[in-house]
């Protein structure tokens, strides 16, 4: 897949005083920093109300990738949200990328920038976060309103322009960006002296009544071909047009796609009416080879449906079984007829080099038949042209001799 939608986070632990902690695991357990429960994919974190940290809960983050500021610093987490209309009023989670000193030098935290996502109406609404007094208002004019369920990317981005630390942070919903702080400066970091690098990327304040849930990665796509028929996808762009037009789904949901073809014996009696009143109308001569249909299920994880049509028309190849000998003097023509919602069309078809097989781009999946012709080869036109020069060239000729006659008599009554 030319674009990977499962992007895998690193998931680890700092060390704190309180317990002696994995360094790339979850907080488990019950205590000051939480709790962290992990189930398919999705890692539930809850705080523990009335304690001094409310329910810190560190990870995932990045540390041990050893990120500078100097060579740009992206991290990120994606929130699940399943339950929106639920989720009580006021609820509310912190979260944040803290950077420090490389751990060659004082392994200090330098910074963070802290952003809240709070239910208020019907939405989780997206602010700067209130964890860090000093940093409390750092993008007054940023907010995001989350007002559907789905998986949501926050992402933070530090670099260095003209020798000063910025930071912009996004919120994205799939490739969209639903909110931006854009390009703000961090005053406090001396980039010219400082060797700057991600400390943690961790839950604060955590006050959810169901927790907060993180995905370890974004949805992913998975297809699968089940080929009981000489018909296969040839189409190098097949998982691009599947992608595209699966996109509203993938944003939120794993999803498994299986594409089948099989071939048919038993067609229904008005199927066959219907291609055979269709070759009438395209070619007398033709014949119909055989019936085959191809099927597009989607599975999305709560319910599977099929997949009729696609944004964009995808190639497919048919193998070509053995067939009469064409005849002396004719030519063969191969094309396929699709039915699909009551109405057949024809669509053309190209034979490879090799005179194996025959491929055909389609958008929509149904049934087809895959039809050939032997049409009688005409003289060929050039035989007409070649007559028709000659005469030309014979009336030219006669006028050229007429005219020098013409001239050569004019010359010798002037003489006289």
């Given at each position: ?26 907080q488990?357990?019950?205590g ?17 109300p ?5 329910g ?56 963070e920038?802290?952003?809240m ?45 003209n020798?000063?630390?910025?930071v912009?942070?996004?919120?994205l ?25 991600v ?33 296969t996808?040839?189409?190098?762009n097949f ?19 299986t594409l ?37 299920l ?8 099929p ?7 995808i190639?497919?190849?048919?193998a ?7 005849a ?18 024809k669509?053309?078809?190209?034979t490879s ?10 958008n ?14 005409t003289?060929n ?15 030219v ?8 006659a ?11």
């Amino acid at each position: 897949m030319k674009k990977l939608w499962s992007i895998l986070l690193t998931l680890a632990m700092m060390t704190v005083s309180l317990t002696n902690v994995d360094a790339r695991t979850w907080q488990t357990g019950n205590g000051a920093f939480g709790t962290a429960k992990t189930e398919d994919n999705v890692t539930t974190l809850t705080g523990t109300p009335g304690s001094e940290f409310e329910g810190q809960v560190v990870g995932p983050y990045s540390k041990d990738s050893k990120a500078k500021l100097s060579d740009e610093i992206k991290e990120e987490v994606y929130i699940l949200i399943d339950n929106l209309e639920s989720i009580p009023e006021q609820d509310l989670f912190e979260v944040t990328v803290s950077l420090d000193e490389s751990a060659e030098k004082t392994d200090k935290q330098l910074t963070e920038r802290v952003v809240m996502a709070q239910k208020i109406g019907d939405a989780l609404v997206v602010t700067h976060g209130n964890n860090s007094p000093e940093l409390t208002g750092w993008a007054p004019n940023f907010k995001v309103e989350i007002k559907e369920n789905g998986v949501y990317t926050f992402q933070w981005n530090y670099f260095v322009e003209n020798k000063k630390a910025y930071v912009n942070f996004k919120v994205l919903h799939g490739d969209s960006v639903l909110g931006e702080t854009g390009k703000l400066e961090m005053p406090e970091i001396d980039v010219a002296n400082t060797d700057v690098q991600v400390r943690s990327l961790w839950f604060t304040n955590i006050k959810m009544q169901d927790g907060v849930k993180v995905r370890e990665e974004l949805p992913s796509l998975e297809i699968k071909e089940e080929d009981k028929t000489d018909v296969t996808v040839s189409d190098k762009n097949f998982v691009d047009v599947i992608e595209d037009t699966l996109k509203n789904v993938l944003v939120d949901k794993d999803v498994n796609v299986t594409l089948t073809t099989r071939a048919l014996e038993d067609v229904e009696e008005t199927t066959v009416q219907d291609f055979e009143q269709s070759l009438e109308v395209t070619s007398k001569e033709a014949k119909i080879v055989n019936y085959f249909d191809i099927s597009i299920l989607v599975n999305d994880g709560e319910k599977s449906y099929p997949l009729t049509e696609l944004n964009k028309g995808i190639t497919l190849t048919v193998a070509l079984p053995e067939l009469p000998k064409v005849a002396k003097g004719y030519t063969r023509s191969y094309y396929i007829l699709r039915e699909h919602n009551g109405k057949v069309e024809k669509l053309d078809a190209t034979t490879s080099k090799d005179g194996k097989s025959v491929s055909f781009v389609s958008n929509q999946f149904s049934t087809y038949a895959l039809v050939y012709a032997d049409t009688k080869i005409t003289k060929n036109p050039e035989t007409l042209d070649g007559i028709s020069n000659f005469v030309v060239l014979g009336f030219v000729s006669v006028i050229m001799v007429v005219s020098a006659a013409m001239f050569l008599n004019k010359n010798k009554q002037h003489t006289n």
